[in-house]
């Protein structure tokens, strides 16, 4: 049942509630979509997905505010202080790699996406498939060559970027 993402009758949509404890989001968004990454990867994804929900900022902010009810009564005490300002350091550095790791990842599948999509495509210019990884000179080659071909193509269209009309009279 761990690999079958809608397994059984107590398996609801977005509608009805729960299933053997996993809410919908987790079970239908997050599970089929991570099943196959490592342990790290699962976990670091996971992190994102619920750190991004309305819940958790609402979770933070009633932390928050408890933390500053807990300072007043305690007279924000120095060594209360520097625990917090730890702690919200250590949360942010972590954020900081749990965020990039996961965009990391969609980033490269969205590249060998795009690369695929040039290698279908008969008239598109394989050259530009893993230009990501090209040196600067090549990237500003690939630029230029592209602003030519959008002039040439603007010239041949007859457009010259001017209208016709002009823009500021009153209608």
């Given at each position: 049942m761990?690999?079958d993402?809608?397994?059984?009758?107590?398996?609801?949509?977005?509608?009805?509630g729960?299933s053997?404890?996993?809410?919908?989001?987790?079970?239908?968004?997050?599970?089929?979509k991570t099943?196959q990454l490592?342990?790290?990867?699962?976990?670091?994804?996971?992190i994102?997905?619920?750190t991004s929900?309305?819940g958790?900022a609402?979770?933070?902010?009633?932390?928050?505010?408890?933390a500053v009810?807990?300072?007043?009564?305690?007279?924000?005490?120095?060594?209360?202080?520097t625990?917090?300002?730890?702690?919200?350091?250590?949360?942010?550095?972590m954020?900081?790699?749990?965020?990039?790791?996961?965009?990391?990842?969609?980033?490269?599948a969205?590249?060998?996406?795009?690369?695929?999509l040039?290698?279908?495509?008969?008239?598109?210019?394989?050259?530009?498939?893993?230009?990501?990884?090209?040196?600067?000179?090549e990237?500003?080659?690939?630029e230029?060559?592209?602003?030519?071909?959008?002039?040439?193509?603007?010239?041949?269209a007859?457009?010259?970027?001017?209208?016709?009309?002009?823009?500021?009279?009153?209608?």
């Open positions: 761990r690999g993402a809608r397994a059984g009758p107590e398996a609801t949509g977005p509608s009805g729960r053997g404890g996993r809410s919908w989001a987790q079970r239908d968004r997050i599970v089929p099943r490592s342990f790290n990867s699962r976990l670091l994804f996971r994102d997905h619920y929900l309305p958790a609402l979770v933070v902010g009633v932390l928050l505010m408890g009810v807990v300072g007043v009564v305690l007279g924000f005490r120095s060594g209360w202080l625990a917090f300002e730890s702690g919200t350091s250590v949360v942010t550095l954020m900081l790699f749990v965020i990039q790791h996961t965009q990391g990842r969609e980033q490269a969205t590249q060998r996406k795009l690369d695929e040039l290698r279908a495509l008969p008239e598109a210019e394989s050259g530009l498939m893993m230009l990501e990884e090209a040196s600067d000179d990237m500003r080659d690939v230029q060559d592209q602003r030519e071909s959008r002039e040439q193509a603007v010239e041949d007859g457009l010259t970027g001017e209208t016709t009309t002009p823009v500021d009279e009153p209608v």
